[in-house]
């Protein structure tokens, strides 16, 4: 009886979870896992104090865009374009739209490069095809509770990465030191690094989908749905576990990479396909295969959210019909403008762009939009026009300025060093 209401609890809990989940495992995307697998390469096990760090700012950032969804049933560029200049929705739109095609064809490429891996006969470019086209066919055919659903259980993919690090002997006083006790080197390279993993976890992108994606499926329930303390409870709840499995998988990837890879001499992991193969000889085969297999779940579960996400911004901005909950015919802009960021992602393999000038690019245009976003996150968050009686606490307006201050900080820092530390 205890075991049967125990399972019960954990049914109950899964149906819970949605975007916050979604969110959360999406931004460990095959770009952000050739972030962290880099961190533990380059610097073994010093920035898995990194994790507890993102964590409460991610979750608190998260949530806020998760309460403007739920509050206004809006996204957030259409909460931008009802209550702010358009100067300021078509700047965030300016540096948006490059950003995530550049992630989405980085993404692309990698599990076509990792497919290669796995199949040597058949050629990356083939998979990198094949890939764009199935994630076409899932986009435009599977209807919103589908979809959502689809994704939801893509999350577990990620538990693989959850495993890896048992395949290889691990020193669990050094795992503690390097979890617990900072140890930040003021240099180009460990900077950014820093920059890199603050802008691969607290990224743009996933402020546009949270909100979007809570709005939308308050919009697909049958009812009316009356906020109160209760929802707003379970919608803390789902963005809470979502950003803690994030971040615990982004943990496992580090601490992977900063046993098996650094403690080998390998210090440089410039694409994830390198991460996967590096890790063979090190740590053996079932290493290799789980690392590549959860690399392409990762990117069937990313690249949709980073089209979606584009999706809503540019028909939000311009008031045309948008919604996964509507067919191709109802919202023919939306579906387009999917179809149109794949083919551009797909393309960047055949002009000369490779993956890793993309991440940066996509990093360094993430990195100057996060700041400014925040702030009008927190904007909106504290506006009672807006928000009613559902504005932000004192933690979340804490957490959210401390994210503002680090990645300005961050972002600085390295320009700085970049510019000077010759």
């Not at 920035?47 to 949530?63: G, K, N």
């Not at 509770?145 to 006083?173: E, H, M, N, T």
């Not at 067919?327 to 000369?352: E, R, W």
Request: charged share 15%; with cysteine.
């Amino acid at each position: 009886m205890t075991k049967r209401s125990n399972w019960n609890k954990v049914i109950r809990f899964w149906k819970k979870l949605g975007p916050g989940l979604i969110t959360g495992a999406s931004d460990d995307d095959p770009s952000g896992i050739a972030t962290y697998s880099q961190a533990g390469a380059q610097f073994g096990l010093s920035t898995l104090w990194t994790a507890l760090i993102t964590f409460p700012l991610m979750a608190a950032v998260q949530e806020m865009c998760a309460r403007i969804g739920m509050v206004t049933s809006k996204g957030l560029t259409g909460t931008l374009k009802e209550h702010y200049s358009k100067p300021v929705l078509y700047l965030m739109l300016l540096f948006s739209f490059p950003a995530i095609v550049m992630n989405i064809g980085a993404n692309i490429a990698g599990m076509g490069a990792v497919g290669n891996l796995l199949l040597p006969s058949v050629h990356a470019g083939f998979f990198s095809v094949g890939f764009t086209i199935m994630l076409m066919g899932i986009f435009i055919y599977l209807p919103y509770r589908k979809f959502a659903s689809l994704l939801k259980y893509l999350c577990g993919v990620l538990l693989v990465y959850l495993i890896v690090p048992f395949l290889y002997k691990q020193d669990l006083i050094a795992i503690l030191k390097g979890t617990l006790i900072p140890d930040i080197k003021f240099t180009k390279e460990f900077i950014g690094i820093l920059v890199a993993i603050l802008g691969t976890t607290i990224s743009p992108y996933l402020f546009f989908w949270q909100a979007t994606m809570v709005a939308e499926d308050m919009n697909s329930k049958r009812k009316k749905i009356i906020v109160d303390k209760k929802i707003l409870g379970d919608l803390k709840q789902d963005v809470d576990f979502g950003m803690l499995f994030s971040n615990v998988i982004m943990f496992f990837i580090i601490l992977t990479s900063g046993t098996v890879l650094y403690n080998a001499g390998i210090h440089r992991i410039d694409t994830v396909e390198q991460a996967a193969t590096a890790l063979r000889p090190l740590a053996g085969d079932s290493a290799y295969l789980l690392f590549a297999i959860g690399i392409i779940g990762t990117g069937l579960l990313a690249i949709p959210v980073l089209c979606g996400c584009l999706s809503y911004i540019v028909t939000e901005t311009f008031g045309w019909e948008k919604g996964l909950n509507k067919k191709f015919h109802q919202a023919k802009a939306f579906y387009s403008i999917t179809i149109i960021s794949l083919l551009l992602g797909l393309m960047m393999n055949y002009v000369g762009i490779s993956p890793i000038q993309a991440l940066l690019w996509s990093a360094i245009l993430y990195g100057i939009t996060a700041p400014v976003l925040i702030l009008i996150i927190l904007n909106i968050g504290n506006n009672k026009e807006v928000m009613g009686e559902f504005t932000n606490n004192k933690k979340s307006n804490i957490l959210g300025y401390t994210a503002f201050v680090l990645m300005s900080v961050a972002a600085l820092t390295l320009i700085y060093l970049e510019l000077f530390d010759k």
